[in-house]
């Protein structure tokens, strides 16, 4: 079955690290997104790539990396620089034209210990 | 610029009566408009869109809803609540006109169904 897949279901960071989470999507999407999210506030966009080898800022890029090498793949980076990284983290994908919505993975709870 | 708003944190409503949850958008061409639905620690599954045409539009699970044009709104429906109907709605939104298909997402509305 196609799909998007997001891993670990759950991490674990300590202060002044960097933890990668990772993003695989099958289903043949151009475009791929991060969000983070807090309760109360919605889905706030990190970053977001509409093509390999090329990606753009969010709403709240500070403190967060990407890379975009595969068209499958999209990780995030949480770096040291993030000083509130605890947070779940939601990737999506979608085809990069027309009408479509996203298709969503499962997410990954952060937390910092 | 595109925005949407959910101007309801929370809904609550007994199981077997009817349910809104309420959305308002902003764009500069014509809206493309999203539902979608989040349990609890799991990701946003879709359940509607608008795109063009009929202004009811029928989704999943019984759900359906609204585009009010001279409203900008895009409201949530339900005839019947059922309790497992209890989760987090997002409303979301892009400009039809654009490139790209970035949408824009809404706080969310928690939907407490009760017995």
């Known amino acids: 079955d196609g799909g998007i897949t997001q891993s670990p279901k759950y991490l674990f960071r300590k202060e002044g690290q960097n933890v990668t989470l990772s993003c695989e999507q099958n289903?043949?999407?151009?475009?791929m997104y991060w969000y983070r999210q807090d309760p109360g506030q919605g889905l706030r966009l990190i970053y977001y790539?509409?093509?390999?080898?090329?990606?753009q800022k969010g709403d709240i890029a500070e403190g967060y990396s990407v890379s975009r090498e595969k068209k499958e793949s999209f990780p995030l980076t949480v770096t040291s620089a993030q000083k509130n990284p605890t947070a779940f983290y939601l990737c999506?994908?979608?085809?990069?034209?027309?009408?479509?919505?996203?298709?969503f993975g499962s997410g990954t709870r952060l937390t910092v210990v | 610029a595109q925005s949407v708003a959910q101007p309801e944190d929370q809904v609550n409503v007994a199981e077997g009566n009817p349910l809104t949850v309420k959305c308002t958008y902003s764009?500069?061409?014509?809206?493309?408009l999203f539902w979608y639905v989040q349990y609890p620690n799991r990701g946003l599954q879709f359940l509607l869109k608008?795109?063009?045409?009929?202004?009811l539009v029928k989704g999943s699970y019984g759900f359906e809803a609204e585009f009010n044009k001279s409203q900008t709104s895009f409201h949530l429906k339900k005839p019947s609540a059922l309790v497992s109907d209890s989760a987090l709605y997002f409303c979301?939104?892009?400009?039809?006109?654009?490139?790209?298909?970035?949408?824009?997402f809404g706080t969310g509305t928690q939907l407490k169904v009760e017995l």
């Open positions: 999506a994908s979608s085809i990069d034209r027309g009408a479509y919505g996203y298709t």
């Open positions: 289903l043949n999407h151009d475009a």
């Open positions: 790539s509409q093509i390999v080898n090329d990606f």
């Open positions: 764009v500069s061409g014509n809206p493309y």
């Open positions: 608008y795109i063009t045409g009929d202004n």
């Open positions: 979301a939104v892009r400009d039809g006109g654009g490139g790209g298909n970035k949408l824009t």
